[in-house]
């Protein structure tokens, strides 16, 4: 099992890109099905609605910034991959941990946020700010979890 470290940190990377992808995927579904009522109803408001229907995909971004960082740091990425011990590689696994668990749920916390975003916008086109501030407070934990993820894959000593 000599490869077992590189194999954690892969793992890792994968979670990272996979759950926060998934996040994000169902967060974008459930303001789209909002916005398309919305759409439908009264054209005008698309590019109102369109801006909360982005925000829930930055976890998605943020998760493959991550695998991308993860990969790169243990030579997969352009380079040769180093050779790491099991502990390194659980190091590394527990690193992706915050952006794949924070990415998968704000993600879809997000979209539940910019959906009852959707809805002022539908009722007060003018208020339409509100809703975004409220979905972008839910971003700030996603970036919380991005920085502690960078900053340990980058303090992992190999």
């Known amino acids: 099992m000599n490869n077992l470290g590189i194999v954690l940190a892969v ?7 996979l759950l926060a992808g998934i996040g994000s995927a169902k967060g974008v579904g459930l303001v789209g099905e909002a ?3 919305v759409v439908s109803v009264d054209p005008s408001k ?3 609605v369109l801006i909360l229907e982005l925000l829930p995909g930055t976890q ?3 998760g493959l910034l991550t695998a991308i960082l993860l990969l790169s740091r243990v030579g997969i990425i352009g380079g040769t991959a180093a050779e790491l011990t099991a502990a390194q590689g659980w190091m590394f696994f527990a690193a992706s941990l915050p952006m794949a668990i924070v990415g998968l749920i704000s ?3 997000q979209g539940r ?3 009852a975003g959707v809805g002022i916008t539908a009722k007060k086109p003018d208020h339409n700010g509100k809703g975004i501030i409220m979905a972008a407070m839910v971003e700030t934990y996603a970036i919380l979890a991005l920085l502690i993820s960078i900053l340990l894959i980058y303090n992992i000593a190999i």
């Open 11 to 17: 793992a890792g990377a994968v979670l990272a890109a």
């Open 35 to 37: 916005a398309a009522g």
């Open 46 to 48: 698309f590019s109102k």
């Open 60 to 62: 998605g971004l943020y």
């Open 107 to 109: 993600g879809i916390v």
């Open 113 to 115: 946020t910019a959906a």
